[in-house]
């Protein structure tokens, strides 16, 4: 019989975030997978925790996963942790658990804490909807595709930064989208937390003269109703009507919903439209 992995979320920063849950859990196991070992008996050590540790981290996943499958097919439950945060979630973690799946070996993931949220919830920024992308890539051409993917979502938009990499994202975001409004979320749950809504501009000149010191979240503003409406508007206004249906029509809408679509965006009877349509 195998044994299960256990994905254990570990504290973002105050220690006394983790849940009984998890000490119950990393007590029972036989083997704990930190992506940095030194920093988990950081951990192990507060909480009086002595157990076998190895190591799991995005350099060596693919094949420590292989040895943690033949460790759990040996019926050994193993917890996997990262350094802060849910494995899995901008951590290694998702390699083993493909493999779980594949291999049909039970696993268990806790909830815990996550520094997605609980920026989220501080930016006072809309939280019904939002879009997480982790750390932006270091490649440009990359990076410029995430931005090209969530530009003109509304939804407030997630990610994580690094101290020394600040100042040029910031200024790649105000030149790709504009200056929104962003919350810097730093030292989440630390004795130094702090948390900075201002506008992308603002953050700019603000960080220009105050060196930016540990991890980063940045939560940003979507782009509003009222800013696509105006694109949208923008796009047709120097159009005549019939030049307006013959727009949609080329995006593959019929005649029919093409005239609709011109009456609500221009806010005139239907009637109107039509008379447009009839030749096309």
Same mark, same amino acid.
């Given at each position: 019989m195998s044994g299960k992995l256990y994905v254990v979320p570990t504290p973002i920063g105050n220690l006394k975030d983790i849940t009984l849950r998890a000490l119950e859990v990393l007590q029972a196991v036989d083997i704990i997978a930190a992506e940095d070992t030194r920093q988990s008996l950081k951990l192990l050590n507060h909480f009086n925790i002595k157990k076998p540790l190895?190591?799991?981290?995005?350099?060596? =996943?693919?094949? #420590?996963?292989?040895?943690?499958? =033949?460790?759990?097919?040996?019926? #050994?439950?193993? $917890?996997?942790?990262?350094?802060? !945060? %849910?494995? !899995?979630?901008?951590?290694?973690?998702? /390699?083993?658990?493909?493999?779980?799946?594949? =291999?049909?070996?039970?696993? =268990? /993931?806790? %909830? !815990? $804490?996550? $520094? /997605?949220?609980? $920026?989220?919830?501080?930016?006072?920024?809309? %939280? %019904?909807?939002f879009l997480f992308r982790g750390f932006l890539p270091r490649d440009n051409k990359d990076k410029k595709q995430v931005i090209e993917d969530v530009k003109n979502r509304p939804e407030t938009l997630v990610f994580y930064e690094a101290p020394h990499r600040l100042q040029k994202t910031l200024e790649f975001l105000l030149e790709n989208l504009g200056d929104r409004n962003i919350a810097l979320c730093r030292e989440l749950t630390k004795l130094h937390e702090e948390i900075i809504r201002i506008s992308l501009k603002e953050a700019i000149e603000y960080y220009t003269s105050n060196a930016p010191k540990g991890e980063f979240v940045l939560v940003i503003e979507g782009k509003s109703n009222e800013e696509i409406k105006r694109e949208i508007e923008a796009a047709w206004q120097e159009l005549t009507i019939e030049e307006h249906i013959k727009k949609y029509m080329s995006e593959g809408y019929n005649k029919k919903d093409s005239v609709k679509m011109v009456t609500k965006d221009r806010g005139i009877s239907k009637s109107e439209v039509y008379k447009y349509s009839i030749n096309l």
């Amino acid at each position: 019989m195998s044994g299960k992995l256990y994905v254990v979320p570990t504290p973002i920063g105050n220690l006394k975030d983790i849940t009984l849950r998890a000490l119950e859990v990393l007590q029972a196991v036989d083997i704990i997978a930190a992506e940095d070992t030194r920093q988990s008996l950081k951990l192990l050590n507060h909480f009086n925790i002595k157990k076998p540790l190895i190591s799991y981290h995005k350099f060596n =996943e693919n094949i #420590k996963s292989d040895n943690i499958i =033949e460790s759990l097919m040996r019926g #050994k439950n193993i $917890a996997l942790v990262s350094d802060a !945060g %849910t494995p !899995g979630i901008s951590d290694p973690g998702s /390699v083993i658990i493909k493999r779980c799946i594949q =291999e049909n070996i039970p696993f =268990e /993931v806790l %909830t !815990g $804490a996550t $520094a /997605v949220t609980t $920026a989220l919830v501080y930016s006072g920024l809309d %939280t %019904t909807k939002f879009l997480f992308r982790g750390f932006l890539p270091r490649d440009n051409k990359d990076k410029k595709q995430v931005i090209e993917d969530v530009k003109n979502r509304p939804e407030t938009l997630v990610f994580y930064e690094a101290p020394h990499r600040l100042q040029k994202t910031l200024e790649f975001l105000l030149e790709n989208l504009g200056d929104r409004n962003i919350a810097l979320c730093r030292e989440l749950t630390k004795l130094h937390e702090e948390i900075i809504r201002i506008s992308l501009k603002e953050a700019i000149e603000y960080y220009t003269s105050n060196a930016p010191k540990g991890e980063f979240v940045l939560v940003i503003e979507g782009k509003s109703n009222e800013e696509i409406k105006r694109e949208i508007e923008a796009a047709w206004q120097e159009l005549t009507i019939e030049e307006h249906i013959k727009k949609y029509m080329s995006e593959g809408y019929n005649k029919k919903d093409s005239v609709k679509m011109v009456t609500k965006d221009r806010g005139i009877s239907k009637s109107e439209v039509y008379k447009y349509s009839i030749n096309l």
